[in-house]
Structures are given as C-alpha cells and as structure tokens.
C-alpha cells in the first residue's frame, strides 16, 4: 500500500470515528410504540420483529438459546460531570411460557459496552445471553443489567424464581425483591406474575447527582406507582464506560418462553416520553378462534365445498403415509406429563443423536438398561438414559425421576434436560460427564487415581446437594440409592449425584410411606433392611459409608482370601479404638493428603454410619463439619447389633458396588 492509499485509509478512519462519536453525543432520546418505526433494532439469536411490530426475544422452538435487541446506535455515558450518568427509560413486556407455571429462562435490560456477545462467547439459559461461567462476575465487563428472573437460580442466591434484580457485571443481583407493585388506591404492594402472558410496564430511573437507582413494575393498565419496588444507591461511574449501547438480552434453557417487548422509550437528559398504550402491537392469539362462515353465492360455495373435498382426500393420504413412514419414531404421550414440566425429546433427534443408540456408544450399563452417549443437532453432548422394557425400575420410577430431576436445580446434581417415552421403553436425556462414575475412577485399574484434593471436594459436593434435598428444596427428596456408582464426574472432576429413579418425595413436616426396601447391600441402614422405611437418616447412612469409601479406595463390603465378609464400617472402627485411624486410608494416596482433613472424614463417616439413626448427625451438621465450623466426638461410636434380613423383602442390588452380598445367607449380622 503507498503513502497516498495509506493517507486516504486512515483518514476514513478517522471520519467514521468522529460520526460515531457525533452521532453518540447527538443521540439522547428515542421512543418505539411498535418497532415498525425508528431506526432498526440491532438483532442477533433469536430475537426478530413481527410484521405488527413486536419484538420477539425468544420462542418456545428453540432450548438452549439466546437473543439480543439493541437500540443500534452508541451512547454517550460517562463523562466528567455526574448528571450525565443520569437516564430514564420504560418499556412494556410480556413473557409467555409454553407450560403454565414452567417458564425459562428470564430477559434483562441491558446497557453494555458492546452489542455483540458472541465474542464473549455468552451462554444461554441460566446466564441470559449475557456471561459465561468464567466471566460472570469480572469487573471487566461494565455491564449493568435489570434482570425479569423467572426461574431460581441457587448458584445465583436467588430469591424465587419470580423475581426483579439489579446486576452489576454479574447475574449474582446486588439487589433483588419478588415482583410486585406498589397499589396507589389501596395502599399495599401487589403480586405480579412475570410469566402471566400479560403486558407489564417497567420504570428504570437513575440520579447520576444522588446515585440513586430506581426501578418500578406495574400492569398495563396501571399509571406508574409512586412508590419504586427497588431503590439502590449505586455509583454508575465506577461500571459504565464513556461510550455504551442499551437493549435486551433473554434466554430459553430446557424449558422456553416467549419474551416479547411491545415498546421502549429511552432518555438521557431527562424523563422518558410516555408509551402510547393504544398503539402498541398486539400479542399473538395462542388458540384463533374458528373461521366465521363466508357468505358467498352458492355457486362459489360448491366449488369451495369440492375444492375441500379433495383437499380432505389428499391430507388423508397424507396422513396415512406418514403414519406409516413415522411408525419407526412412535411415541406415548399421557395427561401426567402436563404437570412435571421438562423437555420432552422426540424419539427422532435421540435416535439421530446416538447413531441408532449403537452398543459402541454405551458408556454405562445398570440394572436399568443402558445409558448411550449423543450429540444433538445443535451439537450439545448428552447421555441418553434407556431403560429397558423388564427393567424392575417402571413407570412409577421413570415418573419419579422425571418429576423431581427436572424441577431440582442445584450445582452438584445431574442436570436432566429432558425425556422421550416410545413403546414401552423410556428415555431420560442428561448432561454428559465426560469423566463418568465415581465407582469407576476409585475401583478402575486402568484410570487414574484421584487425589485427597478433588475427593474432599467431591465429598463436600455430595454433601451440600443432599443439604438441599433433605432441607433446602420445597419439598424434602429422598434418594435412596447413593453410592459411587451414581456419583457422575464433570470435565473439572466435580461431583454431581444422578440416578434418582429410586428417589421419593415428601413435604416438610410429613412422615414418608416407603415401605418397599431398595437400595443397594453396603449401602442401606440397619431400620431400612429390617422395616423397609426410608428417611434422611437412612440416606445420611448411605453417605457415611460413602465418605469412607472415598476415603479408603475400599468397597462397603469385600471378600478376601478368608470365606468371610470384611465390612469396611468395622474395619474403620478398629483402627480408630487402636489409634491408627490413617491406616486405613487409600495406600494409593501415598500419605498425600492433611492429615487433619483425612480424619475427619473418616471419623464423620462412622457417626453418618451409626448403627442408631438418633445418633446420626442430619446434612446441615455434616456440612459445618466438612467446612470446620464444628467439632465431631472423640469416642468411636458403638457397633453392636443383630440385624435380620429376610429374601422376601426385594432390593436392588448395584451391578459396580457390593455385589457379593447375593452369597450372603438369610440372616446378616452386621456390627460385631
């Protein structure tokens, strides 16, 4: 390039820099009743105008995805003087789920320093198109967000899942409250439900003088209330930059909404020009009501009677032929799967995913079937869950994974994207762990050996994803069957607890009925084998001899050169009366590891194994061991006691743990 080409190159440059920057400052208000108007919203993802005007963020076609709306041209923010931080701005939204009460995932008003997030390579669902696991949180992002939450995030404190917050480079809100509005007639705050369907009208109003930020909800149909539903003193100096772009972001997960915008109006230099409610685009009708008769001669009548006949016929045929061609993909639907709300798959895209579910996919078998690995059409990796048609876990079991999975949100649990029923055979659709079981990476030859670093956290994973199922969800989750084996390993060897086809649930305060002994030998209580009625108690049993069992390398129950049993409960016990508890721990650990720590875990999991349920601590106490917030006993727990075990009473016995229980007679002595 010569010296002129390079001139004149530079020089454009410099011209499109200072249209930006004129066209920045000149830009200070602006106002859509419809987006048909104005200049043309800066779209990506899902998100696309309607032929009436409405902006669309997200629909119920698409899981897993994203979309953006951004006013197209830059702002100017920050400036030496505070009150230019200062701005107004109302829009009027409306979010449709495709399941009453089951929305997903939530949209925000944006103000960003970029329009484009795809360079930030921003994720969907719980994170609203907005950051990623490794950006949430930065400083670095100067973006400031108004979230409509609709779904309860833990790893987020969310409040509920109906909810407003204020987020500050980070979906962890630095205020939130549940949506509601202040009624001015009758002196009371009112609820509002963001997923309703119904138009509702947002009031975000920043001081740059007072750094004072308010944001107030009301009904369409309502004037703005006097009173905001938040107020936070925030200063925006700190987060925004001098040039920044205002917009929306929204996102759909398993489950999807649609997430409308129907007008916007935007101020920087004072307060927001009103909408005009009037002339705001419609919603689209979900059920049209039937077509009125036309009144036409009778001539055109006839025809449009033969014309429909015809059509009939050949919509017949149709219809015959793609019976036949579908037959292949059958599928079961029924009036329950209304009510528990997750994803359902076609029988089509898991079958295209795992290649024809083809034994070189399998990553697991059980007692259930096997479990494939796929890869859907938008190249997201999962396992395929499929249980065979003389699986002893039917109906009632696949209802009860389906309905507690898919409603349980929580770091350390296997997270089920959905499910697909076909012929009697049922298909549970979960995250992929790329490092599988737990059972298999302590018990396998052939992989590498865990540290004492990622055990203890595993352990301390499984501990607070019990906490909240015993205590924190709204209602209290049995699992019944933990062990190794149902210990999954993400691509960061994190702990996450799946398989909860055995898993019963009860509201607080209530008694549970299980009467049915299940589980797995090594595993399950004293009082479970000998009355068959499962507690937290009976769970927090299992998870004692799981702690040991990570911590040993050792299963519950082994048969060595002796034709007797060593249970590892009593082999721990021993060397803890002898003082040389570390002994027993894993020798492939090569004394790597705090021996404080080690201990602890050791000794924690004899009390959680207690042969009396009384003497058990619950998982809230376990967690304030794990995290040193409490001192356990110095004194081995007793272990004597002679329970019965008749083979009338049916269990599941775990193909990878205990399975040489199946030698053992009538009856079982455990503690000596």
Known sequence: MGAASRSAYFCILYCVSLISMALAQAVNQFIYNGFNEGPQL????????????????????????????FYPLPLKFNTSSSQSLSFSTTFVFAIVPELPTFGGQGMA???????????????????????????????????????????????????????????????????????????????MNKTLDLMGGDPTQIWIDYSGTEKLLNVTLAPIQIPKPNRPLLSTHIDLSHILLETMYVGFSASTGSLKSNQHILGWSFNKSGQALNLDISSLPQLPVLSPPPARTSQKSQAKL????????????????????????KKKYEEVYEDWEREYGPQRFSYKSLYKATKGFKDRDVIGKGGFGKVYK????????????????????GMKEFVAEVASMGRLRHRNLVKLQGYCRRKGEFMLVYDYMPNGSLDRMLHSNTTPTLNWHQRFQIIRGVASCLLYLHEDWEQIVLHRDIKPANILLDADLNGKLGDFGLARLYDHGSIPRTTKLVGTFGYMAPELMRTGHASTSTDVYAFGVFMLEVACGRRPIEQEESPEMVILVDRVTDSWRRGTILDVSDPRLEGLYPEEQMELVLKL????????????????????????????????????????????????????SAATMSTIHSVLTVGR
């Open 374 to 393: 796929g890869v859907l059409s938008s190249n997201v990796q999962i396992a395929v869950k499929k249980i065979s048609r003389d699986s002893k876990q």
């Open 42 to 69: 800066r779209q990506d993802g899902l998100a696309s105008v309607r032929s009436n005007g409405l902006l669309q963020l997200t629909n119920t076609v698409n899981p897993q995805q994203e979309g953006h709306a």
């Open 605 to 656: 999991g004899l009390f959680c194994s207690h042969l009396n349920p009384e003497a058990r601590p619950n998982m809230r106490q376990v967690m304030q061991y794990l995290d040193g917030d409490a001192t356990l006993p110095d004194t081995p727990p007793n272990r004597t006691v002679i329970v019965q075990f008749t083979p009338s009473n049916e269990a599941s016995i775990g193909n990878s």
């Open 302 to 325: 006839v025809i449009c009677v033969l014309l429909a006949a015809i059509v009939i016929v050949l919509i017949t045929v149709g219809a015959a032929v793609y019976i036949v061609m």
């Open 109 to 187: 008003f944006v103000i960003s320093p970029s329009m484009d997030f795809s360079k930030a390579e921003a994720f969907p669902s719980e994170y609203l198109g907005l950051f990623n696991a490794s950006s949430n949180g930065q400083s670095t992002n100067h973006i400031l967000a108004i979230e409509l939450d609709t779904v309860k995030n833990f790893d987020f404190h969310d409040i509920d899942n109906n909810h407003v917050g204020v987020d500050v480079n980070s979906l962890i809100s630095l205020e939130s409250a549940p949506a509601t509005y202040f009624s001015d007639k009758e002196r």
